[in-house]
């Protein structure tokens, strides 16, 4: 007769501890926390940014526990490939190069790519006026590969960096001519006092050959289950209008696009 009670306490036990472990699954994700407004560091020490809110919302969106581990963002591919995290969330461009090397989820913002000179500058469509220019870039971007592919057949010197920062500062030091990356975060450098004097110039980059699908979540390849669930996850926050209030936080126009 003492069976019962003995076997429903196991059973609850064992549902209990079921539900601990699954409360205390973890994401490991990478981030590069020098790429402002989607990712940086207040004073403190503390990632701050829209990449950063995305995904403790996407976290709480999949009640998994979420640990940031930053790296550089050419790291962040090798990282994965290593385990040394489980996804890379930091404004990657979901492009055929890196499907190769990784999964993706579907975009999660997507933005174009542009030159910043001093105000007054003028470049036309095919950059002719930037031969012998030294123009600042970030090392294995979408905006590295167009920069080696366009630019420097064309005779435009091209510096590349470790991130956004450090090009910002060669710029201001007057060792650079130009930046060429990514439209948003470009525009946050625009809209502060270190931006002040400085402008978008020449064409606006647009084609899916260099700017991609949009920015995704990348994670080890196969890994179809992690890909399902963050899709399903990216896909809530936006029907909740989470997705709508962190946008709203950082940026004054829509980014995530049609």
């Known amino acids: 007769m003492k069976k019962f009670p003995l076997i429903t306490g196991l059973a609850l036990s064992l549902l209990a501890c079921s539900s601990v472990f699954a409360a205390e699954k973890t994401l490991r994700i990478g981030i590069e926390a020098a790429y402002p407004p989607f990712a940086s560091k207040t004073d403190k020490g503390e990632i701050v940014g829209f990449d950063y809110d995305i995904g403790n919302a996407l976290c709480a969106q999949m009640k998994v526990k979420c640990v940031w581990v930053e790296g550089e963002f050419d790291g962040l591919i090798p990282s994965l490939k290593v385990k040394k995290i489980d996804m890379a969330l930091s404004s990657m461009t979901i492009n055929e190069d890196r499907k190769k090397s990784v999964d993706f989820t579907h975009k999660y913002y997507f933005t174009s790519s542009r030159l910043v000179m001093k105000d007054g500058a003028v470049v036309d469509d095919q950059y002719a006026s930037l031969k012998g220019k030294t123009v600042g870039v970030q090392r294995a971007t979408t905006t ?115």
């Open 144 to 258: 590295d590969r167009y920069a080696t592919e366009v630019f420097e057949p064309k005779g435009i010197n091209v510096k590349r960096y470790s991130n956004n920062e450090e090009i910002y500062m060669d710029l201001a030091a007057g060792r650079l001519d130009a930046i060429f990356a990514d439209t948003i975060p470009l525009n946050d450098f625009l809209s502060m006092p270190r931006g002040k004097g400085y402008a978008f110039v020449g064409p606006e980059l647009k084609d899916p050959k260099y700017v991609g699908e949009g920015a995704g979540i990348a994670v080890r390849k196969g890994n179809t289950e992690l890909v399902s669930e963050l899709n399903t996850a990216i896909d809530g926050i936006r029907a909740s209008g989470e997705y709508q209030k962190i946008s709203d936080k950082y940026f004054k126009s829509d980014i995530y696009g049609d």
